[in-house]
DNA sequence: TTGACTTATGTCAGTGACTGACATAAACTC
DNA sequence: GAGTTTATGTCAGTCACTGACATAAGTCAA
């Protein structure tokens, strides 16, 4: 049950999530976001669709299945920020490093950016779940770091938003080019545009 | 056909939409958003369902069948800031200005806070249709008015982006509040942290 | 006024995302 | 090996949303 032993049952289970990952990327791929039911993703896995709902709360939530570890990166590289840097340069770093996952993941990435520039419902879904997610994660980390209440003080809340639309815009750009320019470039360059803003 | 004379056909039309969305505001409220489906907004107009969805985009596009009118305010109020100004005090005189929508329409504005603090599906859609919507709208009008292009540069998103964080700063504590602090102050309060940033 | 046209709406039938309830077999525990 | 937990299958259902076709009201020109 820990870590290290995750047993059968578990190791099961993250298979058919993988498996239905797998899947759903090569299905929306070939075809696009909306000519591809949950039943076909569930099909294609040996699975009944019901499965797919138990192991993700919608079909665009399969497509960001591995979300919850960017976040983690982001939270883990704030959280090992020197204290004495600035708030900014730290959420810079964080955010930078989350990007990192874009240079190991290039063709999961670029398919997301690709659906999203698509398929409006998978980017209301990327706005409005996972980078609200993050952000509001990001929002509480900078909050607690500056010692002030996120829901008095705007500030922490601001400063997490102008990143990820400085992640947003990397993203566009990097998409925009057919995912062939160095992501982590583009980033640092709009990231740079958060330590001089408004500029 | 002109604004003076919009003719009994396009008035009936304005009077049908106008009819959903009061109905379905009552009906909101009354059950909350989950409870009402599109059949009873549409039987309480005393219309067909197929007419609501020829309005309506989504049972959620319903509820903010006033975003237009908040968007105008926003990009009028932005175009008309003197030239000398900085980019950033048009910023916030232009959702300041929106803001105002508030103090006018408080019941409207406060079911909304209301609903999307209670309801998942609320809140994504005014994050990401409503609120995306009038941040692109707005960086690119500072793009414009910086003379740049806000594909290239982060800077107009970036600023826009921070602009809307301050504002759902300002709806979220006005609704913690049960909408009884003056919006337009908390705005303006939130807002000064923009000129500040990242202070 | 009449006749041609445009268009807002109704009706109908369909698709597909998503959910609750119940049963089962595998995995886990002791 | 017995008892418990849980991941999955099956089934039936709700509801948001859409295309196709018909109709009646509104519009406009002769």
Known sequence: MSDFEP???QRKKQATRDDLMDHAARLFDERGFDAVTT????EAADVSQRTFFRHFSSKE???YGHADVLRRRLLDEFANRPDQESVVDSVIAAVRAMGGYYETHHDETFLQARLAADFP???AYARAYVQNDWEHELTAAIAARMGIDPL????????ASAAFAAYRAAVRRWSAGGGRAAFGELLDESLAALATFPG
Do not use: M, W
Not at 39 to 42: H, M
Not at 152 to 157: G, I, L, T
């Open 39 to 42: 039943t076909d993703i569930a």
């Open 61 to 63: 939530a399969v497509l």
């Open 7 to 9: 047993g059968r049952r």
């Open 152 to 159: 008095a003080d705007p500030r922490p809340e601001i400063l």
């Open 121 to 123: 419902a998978v980017a």
